[in-house]
Structures are given as structure tokens and as C-alpha cells.
Nanobody, 125 residues
Framework: EVQLVEVGGGLVQAGGSLRLSCAAS????????IGWFRHVPGKEREVVSCITSNDGRTLYADSVKGRFTISRDNAKNTVYLQMNSLRSEDTAVYYCAAGRYVGPRTVVPDVYDYWGQGTQVTVSS
């Protein structure tokens, strides 16, 4: 059974840090593009960051460049999102997603095959 489980969300003050983990089971993360998305009620789901399969190229939304870092631990079959210098506008539910054949469409949610349940990140100002 394919499963993605996100942990690490919570409440943090502006300027603080959190690390989100996305633990995968039922498939190997190295074979999939893994994306982190976030959603705020009333807004479109947006990509935060992603890491491609195999070569591990990374992509970041402009709003998080220089503050967030995505990484992958193949031994633990887990992908991480380190979030530093958090801002109130980073408040959202964060989801990880896995896509087998994403190609260049890494920012498109519909191309991802599997999704986690989400974890709430709240940044207080």
C-alpha cells in the first residue's frame, strides 16, 4: 500500500524554523518526484518546493527561495522540508506528494499520483 505521512507541523513565531518530514511507504522516493505543496482556505494550492527523481534537482517557489530547503534521505525513504525564517504568510496546510511521471510539470498538482494527509503550519506574527 502506498502511503505518505507528513509530520513536523506546528505553531511557531515569525522568524522561527520547522522541519517537515514526508515518510513514504509502498514505493521508493528516489523513483518519484516529490513535491511539497501548501493550501490556505480560499486560495489555490501552490507548490512550495519539489525534488526530482533520480538526479534530485530541486525547485522552489520564489516566495520561499533562500528560506526553505528540500532534501531526500533514500535510506529512510523520506523527504524533508526545512523551513527557516518563517513568516505569517507561510501559514497553511502543507502536503507532500509523489509523482512517477511528472516531467517538467513539477508545479502542477494534478500530475502527482499520491498525497499525504497534510500537516498544519501556523506562524504567529
Amino acid at each position: 500500500e502506498v502511503q505518505l505521512v507528513e509530520v513536523g507541523g506546528g505553531l511557531v513565531q515569525a522568524g522561527g524554523s520547522l522541519r517537515l518530514s514526508c515518510a513514504a511507504s509502498g514505493f521508493t522516493v528516489d523513483d518519484y518526484a516529490i513535491g511539497w505543496f501548501r493550501h490556505v482556505p480560499g486560495k489555490e494550492r501552490e507548490v512550495v518546493s519539489c525534488i526530482t527523481s533520480n538526479d534530485g534537482r530541486t525547485l522552489y517557489a520564489d516566495s520561499v527561495k533562500g528560506r526553505f530547503t528540500i532534501s531526500r534521505d533514500n535510506a529512510k525513504n523520506t523527504v524533508y522540508l526545512q523551513m527557516n525564517s518563517l513568516r505569517s504568510e507561510d501559514t497553511a496546510v502543507y502536503y507532500c506528494a509523489a509523482g512517477r511521471y511528472v516531467g517538467p510539470r513539477t508545479v502542477v498538482p494534478d500530475v502527482y499520483d499520491y498525497w499525504g494527509q497534510g500537516t498544519q503550519v501556523t506562524v504567529s506574527s
